[in-house]
């Protein structure tokens, strides 16, 4: 069992729609979760950065982070043709700690 | 700022040569760089950890003697794939994180390596 599970997709949906990806992970000592949004051909860049549980807001985006449930999401509203893109969720245990990534969910936003 | 480059962006070699790859930090001071390995619709899998001025640490099951990395300086890293054969082939992929108390990692815009 890989330690970070996400649905690669491809998922496609119309411009303005909500937009809900999504990662479930089976180490319970995590603490640390982000989500990152690569182009094609691209290094991956950083999105949302959330610690411990709860939700966190930027713009259109949300992440929200459930611990009991271990699983972790991210919410993009009114979504653009430009946020077509791989999605990747990532996370560790400590603050300085390894990174383990999700496979990555491919979206893409039709006008 | 937080700016992480990666030279070339693509190379095509031949089977059995080594090709090297750098990745510099441009407007901070990268005491710790990474090395990923991303396969098509794969996710980044971490190759090694590289503080500066010392050894780097690799992942389990990825060859040190094989991926020669080097971190001389607090701006720049190299990854030397050595004898590289056609399995090789992938985007390779840096980033850097500065400081002890700095824990974000900046990720550069990745190498495209073919192996013939």
């Known amino acids: 069992q890989k330690e970070v599970e996400q649905d690669p997709g491809p998922l496609s949906v119309p411009e303005g729609a909500i937009v809900s990806l999504n990662c479930t992970y089976s180490?319970?000592?995590?603490?640390?979760f982000m989500w990152y949004r690569q182009y094609s051909r691209k290094g991956p860049e950083l999105l949302m950065y959330t610690y411990s549980s709860g939700n966190k807001e930027d713009g259109r985006f949300t992440a929200q982070v459930d611990k009991s449930s271990k699983y972790i999401s991210l919410f993009i509203r009114d979504s653009q043709p430009s946020d077509s893109a791989t999605y990747l969720c990532?996370?560790?245990?400590?603050?300085?700690?390894?990174?383990?990534f999700g496979q990555g969910t491919t979206l893409q936003v039709k006008p | 700022g937080a700016v992480v480059s990666q030279h070339p962006s693509r190379v095509i070699c031949k089977s059995g040569t080594s090709v090297k790859i750098e990745c510099r930090s441009l407007?901070?001071?990268?005491?710790?760089m990474f090395w990923y390995r991303q396969f098509p619709k794969q996710s980044l899998m971490l190759m090694a950890t590289s503080n500066e001025g010392s050894k780097a640490t690799y992942e389990q099951g990825v060859e040190k003697d094989k991926f020669l990395i080097n971190h001389a300086s607090l701006t720049l890293s190299t990854l030397t794939v050595t004898s590289a054969h056609p399995e090789d082939s992938s985007f390779y992929i840096c980033?850097?994180?500065?400081?002890?108390?700095?824990?974000?990692?900046?990720f550069g815009p990745g190498t495209r390596l073919t192996v013939t």
């Open positions: 180490n319970s000592a995590f603490q640390y």
């Open positions: 407007d901070f001071q990268a005491t710790t």
């Open positions: 980033s850097a994180r500065g400081g002890l108390m700095t824990y974000e990692q900046y």
């Open positions: 990532a996370m560790r245990i400590s603050n300085t700690g390894k990174l383990i």
